[in-house]
């Protein structure tokens, strides 16, 4: 799993309900990013994260907030699921250094909302 | 809005055929990245491309990278059915402050 868990692995909520998807990462590093993969669209950026505290917005971020409160951990929130919110949920960490910089993905969260 | 397009959307390809995919994008970039994603699975780093780099390789892969036509190809020699995925070109863009833009992504089939 690259070193980055997401929980939970599916879910079903229904329109107005709230969530919290948890990634985790066992290494130290400091970017971590939250994805939506719907089909025909690719990988869009929700929000992202360069160290613990820290928090931006991506390509996508309204109806989602996050927290980095440790650097393990990156949490995304659905404050009031919509069907338009029905997708597929990586979340990845990042290192980047002079001469290299690549993400690691987590395995995915399926979200379908009613 | 997607920094890369993938082109062709989709490749069939008999084992042992090479398979060549090709990514344009719209900026100036530091590096661009190849990634492959399996059916159901997370997307996994194949191989990265500086700016001032024209061509790298690594195992069955080659990608070259031209800046001034703003384009990179990924070939992936002598195929086998295990290749068979999407593959997602993703580019650093100058400025973008550590975030990646992923193009649509191509599915590639290898038919044994």
């Known amino acids: 799993n690259a070193g980055v868990t997401q929980t939970p692995k599916f879910r079903v909520l229904k329109t107005g309900q709230s969530m919290t998807l948890l990634c985790a990462q066992d290494?130290?590093?400091?970017?971590m990013y939250w994805y939506r993969q719907d089909p025909g669209m690719g990988l869009r950026l929700i929000h992202y994260s360069v160290g613990e505290g820290t928090t931006a917005k991506g390509e996508v971020p309204d109806g989602y907030n996050v927290s980095r409160l440790k650097k393990q951990n990156f949490l995304l929130g659905l404050e009031s699921a919509a069907p338009s919110q029905t997708s597929v949920y990586f979340c990845?960490?990042?290192?980047?250094?002079?001469?290299?910089?690549?993400?690691?993905f987590g395995p995915g969260t399926r979200l379908t909302v009613t | 809005s997607q920094q890369g397009e993938e082109d062709p959307q989709a490749l069939s390809i008999q084992e042992g055929e090479n398979a060549t995919m090709n990514c344009s994008y719209k900026?100036?970039?530091?590096?661009l990245q190849w990634y492959r994603q399996n059916s159901g699975r997370g997307l996994v780093h194949l191989i990265l491309i500086r700016s001032n780099e024209r061509e790298k390789h690594s195992g069955r892969l080659r990608v070259t990278l031209d800046t001034s036509k703003k384009s990179s190809s990924l070939l992936i020699t002598a195929s086998r059915a295990a290749d068979t995925a999407s593959y997602f070109c993703?580019?650093?863009?100058?400025?973008?402050?550590?975030?990646?833009?992923f193009g649509k992504g191509i599915t590639l089939s290898v038919r044994p």
């Open positions: 993703a580019t650093d863009a100058t400025g973008a402050n550590s975030k990646l833009t």
């Open positions: 290494m130290n590093h400091e970017y």
């Open positions: 990845a960490r990042g290192i980047i250094g002079s001469s290299y910089y690549e993400q690691y």
């Open positions: 900026t100036s970039i530091n590096n």
